[in-house]
C-alpha cells in the first residue's frame, strides 16, 4: 500500500501568492517523522522542513510552514510569498519508528509565474 | 557545494557493459542509501547501509550490486543491464537518529541504457 500520496501532479502559482502542496500518509506507528524535499532541475534533492509525529506545534522554516492534521493524517505543506527559483519538483517522505529510510511520494511539480 | 558527491553525473552504456557509480559522503554520517528515480514514478529505495553493513536490500536485481568500503563511500556496481533501469539513480547519507535525521542527497547520476 501507498505510505506516501501526493494528488497534485502539477501546480501553477503566481510569483509572491502563497501556494499549498498536499500530502497525505498512512501509517500505524505512533512515532514517525514527515519530511519535504524540494527537487529542482538540476536533481539534487534538497531539505526543506520536519515535522515529528509528537511535535505539538506546526514546523516552519522561513518561508515553508507545515500544516500537520494528526487525525486526518495530512502534512500539507506552504510555501508563502512564492519566488521564481520555487519551481522545482516537491515531495512529502516519511519515517516510520525504528525504520531507516525515507519513503516518498510522487511529487508535485510547481511553477511560479512572472 | 553539497555535502554527497556522486559521479559521473551522466552515463550511457550498452547493455553489456559493466560500469560503477560512486557516492562520497563529507558530513560524517553513519548511513547511506540508493534510491532510484524514474520518470513518473516515486523514488524507490535500494539499499541502505548502517555503519557500513548492508541493512536493506529492496528486492533489488542482482545486475546491481553495491558496495560500501567505508562509511564514507558508496558505491553501486553495474553490469548486464536492461533499457528499463535507465534512471536517476540518487545516492544519499544521514545521521541515524531514530525518526528525525533528515537525508542529504546528491545530485545524482543520470544513467542511460542502450
Known amino acids: 500500500a501507498q505510505k506516501i500520496t501526493q494528488t497534485q501532479p502539477g501546480m501553477f502559482v503566481q510569483e509572491k501568492e502563497a501556494v499549498t502542496l498536499d500530502c497525505t500518509y498512512d501509517?500505524?506507528?505512533?512515532?514517525?517523522?514527515l519530511f519535504w524535499y524540494k527537487q529542482p532541475s538540476s536533481g539534487e534533492m534538497i531539505f526543506l522542513i520536519y515535522?515529528?509525529?509528537?511535535?505539538?506545534q506546526n514546523a516552519t522554516e522561513g518561508r515553508y510552514s507545515l500544516n500537520f492534521q494528526k487525525a486526518r493524517k495530512s502534512a500539507n505543506l506552504v510555501i508563502s510569498a512564492s519566488q521564481l527559483g520555487d519551481s522545482a519538483m516537491y515531495f512529502c517522505?516519511?519515517?516510520?519508528?525504528?525504520?531507516?529510510?525515507?519513503?516518498f511520494g510522487a511529487g508535485t511539480t510547481v511553477t511560479v509565474r512572472a | 557545494e553539497t555535502g554527497v558527491t556522486q559521479t559521473p553525473r551522466h552515463l550511457v552504456m550498452g547493455m553489456t557493459n559493466k560500469k560503477s557509480l560512486k557516492c562520497e559522503q563529507h558530513?560524517?554520517?553513519?548511513?547511506m542509501y540508493w534510491y532510484k528515480q524514474s520518470a513518473k514514478k516515486p523514488l524507490e529505495l535500494m539499499f541502505v547501509?548502517?555503519?557500513?553493513?548492508?541493512?536493506e536490500n529492496n528486492s533489488v536485481p542482482s545486475r546491481f550490486s553495491p558496495e560500501c568500503p567505508n562509511s564514507s563511500h558508496l558505491f553501486l556496481h553495474l553490469h548486464t543491464l536492461q533499457p528499463e533501469d535507465s534512471a536517476l539513480y540518487l545516492c544519499?547519507?544521514?545521521?541515524?537518529?531514530?525518526?528525525?535525521?533528515?537525508?542529504?542527497f546528491g545530485e545524482g547520476s543520470r544513467l542511460t541504457v542502450l
Open positions: 558530513l560524517g554520517h553513519n548511513a
Open positions: 515535522q515529528g509525529s509528537y511535535d505539538e
Open positions: 547501509y548502517s555503519l557500513e553493513e548492508r541493512v
Open positions: 517522505a516519511m519515517r516510520e519508528g525504528g525504520d531507516y529510510k525515507l519513503s
Open positions: 501509517t500505524s506507528d505512533q512515532s514517525y517523522g
Open positions: 544519499a547519507s544521514s545521521q541515524i537518529a531514530g525518526v528525525a535525521g533528515e537525508l542529504f
